[in-house]
T-cell receptor
Framework: AQTVTQSQPEMSVQEAETVTLSCTYDTSENNYYLFWYKQPPSRQMILVIRQEAYKQQNATENRFSVNFQKAAKSFSLKISDSQLGDTAMYFCAFKPMDSNYQLIWGAGTKLIIKP | NAGVTQTPKFRVLKTGQSMTLLCAQDMNHEYMYWYRQDPGMGLRLIHYSVGEGTTAKGEVPDGYNVSRLKKQNFLLGLESAAPSQTSVYFC?????????????FGPGTRLLVL
């Protein structure tokens, strides 16, 4: 069975620091997508960044970047210059390219940015 | 741009009552999904639809029914609500063409079953 594991239930850092959230997954598939979603207190689920497994280059979106290690099945999210508005739950998700359209989700990491 | 909207935002039901949650998207997406989110867990897929008039079961479909009569709407029904269905429900939609795998989410509906 395909699974996604987020080993850090909660993290907190000071504003402006850099923080890395970990995500590992288990699959026998070779082609798939990986996502990080952010869920602030408003509960809206917002896409942060995504990575296609066939791309070797790590995805970046402004202050957000990933460290994708396919062989190790690891997909960590780095947030640079963290801001108070980054406080949220962060979910890692996996989707095989030829799946039945189902995203497989981790349990989430609660990130708190302290002023 | 409305994106994905959900109605209602919050609802309290008594055990055995029925209700329908409405999801609407204005992005002309073919694919729509219903998830539930419980504390300490990731989202779990209830049902999904790959186009108007089609639906399929997800990971946790029992106790729920869905309909996709119009492309832009995806309805989730609870025929006889149970306390175990207390949860936050999210609707999502996606294009799913080529590399456009991103799912766009609605704001969620909080359901409390007493």
């Amino acid at each position: 069975a395909q699974t996604v594991t987020q080993s850090q239930p909660e993290m907190s850092v000071q504003e402006a620091e850099t923080v890395t959230l970990s995500c590992t997954y288990d699959t026998s598939e070779n082609n798939y997508y990986l996502f990080w979603y952010k869920q602030p207190p408003s509960r809206q689920m917002i896409l942060v960044i995504r990575q296609e497994a066939y791309k070797q280059q790590n995805a970046t979106e402004n202050r957000f970047s990933v460290n994708f290690q396919k062989a190790a099945k690891s997909f960590s999210l780095k947030i640079s210059d963290s801001q108070l508005g980054d406080t949220a739950m962060y979910f890692c998700a996996f989707k095989p390219m030829d799946s039945n359209y189902q995203l497989i989700w981790g349990a989430g990491t609660k990130l708190i940015i302290k002023p | 741009n409305a994106g994905v909207t959900q109605t209602p935002k919050f609802r309290v039901l008594k055990t055995g009552q029925s209700m329908t949650l409405l999801c609407a998207q204005d992005m002309n997406h073919e694919y729509m999904y219903w998830y539930r989110q419980d504390p300490g867990m990731g989202l779990r897929l209830i049902h999904y639809s790959v186009g108007e008039g089609t639906t399929a079961k997800g990971e946790v479909p029992d106790g729920y029914n869905v309909s996709r009569l119009k492309k832009q709407n995806f309805l989730l029904g609870l025929e006889s609500a149970a306390p175990s269905q207390t949860s936050v429900y999210f609707c999502a939609s996606s294009i799913l063409a080529g590399t456009q795998e991103t799912q766009y989410f609605g704001p969620g509906t909080r359901l409390l079953v007493l």
